[in-house]
Nanobody, 123 residues
Framework: QVQLVESGGGLVQAGGSLRLSCTAS????????MGWFRRAPGKEREFVAA????????YGPDSVKGRFTISRDSAKNTVYLQMNSLKPEDTAVYYC????????????????WGQGTQVTVSS
């Protein structure tokens, strides 16, 4: 059974940074692409970033490019999302996801989801 456990969310002022972590269990971590989605209040779920087995990253909205960085550590079965220069519009619940394959695109649907971690950015 796959489990994804996120941590690192919280309250931060605009301009600050947070690093989200997600530890996966249940499957061989290094075999699968990982990613992050978010859902802001009153908005649709949004793809944020994904990283392939090889470590190649991709990002969704233009608003996060250059500010967010996704990375993975297979020795720790963990994927990270480093978020810098945070803005109030980044406020959302952030979900860690795992895909069925090792290589994905920005439109690939994830297979497994974590419970989510709240990120709140105050102005």
């Amino acid at each position: 059974q796959v489990q994804l456990v996120e941590s690192g969310g919280g309250l931060v002022q605009a301009g600050g940074s947070l690093r989200l972590s997600c530890t996966a269990s249940g499957r061989t971590f290094s075999n699968y692409a990982m990613g992050w989605f978010r859902r802001a209040p009153g908005k649709e779920r949004e793809f944020v970033a994904a990283i392939n087995r090889s470590g190649g990253g991709m990002y969704g909205p233009d608003s996060v490019k250059g500010r967010f960085t996704i990375s993975r550590d297979s020795a720790k079965n963990t994927v990270y999302l480093q978020m810098n220069s945070l803005k109030p519009e980044d406020t959302a619940v952030y979900y860690c996801v795992q895909y069925t394959g090792y290589y994905v695109s920005t439109s690939t649907e994830p297979r497994y989801w974590g419970q989510g971690t709240q990120v709140t950015v105050s102005s």
